[in-house]
C-alpha cells in the first residue's frame, strides 16, 4: 500500500480505493465519482469535463455563467443567443442596467446620447410621445419614442 496515495476525509486517513467508495462525490451529469480537481456549481459536483456550456461544449471552469432553462451557458453564448445588445456600445445589457427602447433599437440610457453634445437641445430629433425627456450634458434622459429628421 506503500504506492496508494492517502486522502484525508473527517481527520482521518484513507486510501484512495476507500475514500473512493466512501467519500467521493458523484458527478452531477454523468454520476461517476470524481476523484480529482471537481467543480460545484448549482447544488452539485461536477467533472470539470462535464460542467461545460450547452451550447459550445466548452468546460465553463471558474468563468462567469448564466442559466437558461436550468442550463449552464458560458458568457459568451449566453449573451449571443438570449441577451439584449446596446445598439450604441454594441455591449449586454446586463440586469440591473438602466436603458431605454428607441429608434427601434434598444441602448444603455448613457449610450443614447445627442449627436450634438454642444447644444443644449436634441437637434434632429422631435419628440412624438415624450415622458421626461431633456438633455443634460449633452445626454438625452427619460423615456419615451422619437423620429429622426
Known amino acids: ?35 480529482g480537481e471537481v467543480i460545484n456549481a448549482l447544488k452539485q459536483t461536477w467533472h470539470v469535463s462535464c460542467f461545460v456550456c450547452v451550447a459550445c461544449g466548452k468546460p465553463i471552469r ?11 451557458y458560458c458568457e459568451t453564448d449566453y449573451y449571443a443567443l438570449f441577451g439584449t445588445i446596446c445598439r450604441g456600445c454594441e455591449f449586454p ?18 449610450c443614447f446620447v445627442c449627436s450634438g453634445v454642444s447644444s443644449e437641445s436634441v437637434l434632429g430629433l422631435h419628440a412624438l410621445d415624450v415622458i421626461a425627456a431633456s438633455v443634460t450634458n449633452g445626454r438625452l434622459t427619460g423615456l419615451g419614442a422619437f423620429l429622426l429628421i
Not at 62 to 72: A, I, K, Q, R, S
Not at 93 to 110: K, Q, S, V
Request: hydrophobic share 40%; net charge negative.
Open 1 to 35: 500500500m506503500a504506492y496508494i496515495g492517502f486522502v484525508e476525509e473527517k481527520g482521518a486517513l484513507y486510501c484512495e480505493l476507500c475514500y473512493e467508495k466512501f467519500f467521493a462525490p458523484e458527478c452531477g451529469r454523468c454520476q461517476r465519482k470524481i476523484l
Open 62 to 72: 471558474n468563468n462567469v455563467f448564466h442559466l437558461e432553462d436550468g442550463e449552464p
Open 93 to 110: 445589457i446586463e440586469a440591473g442596467d438602466m436603458f431605454l427602447e428607441a429608434l427601434g433599437y434598444t441602448w444603455h440610457d448613457t
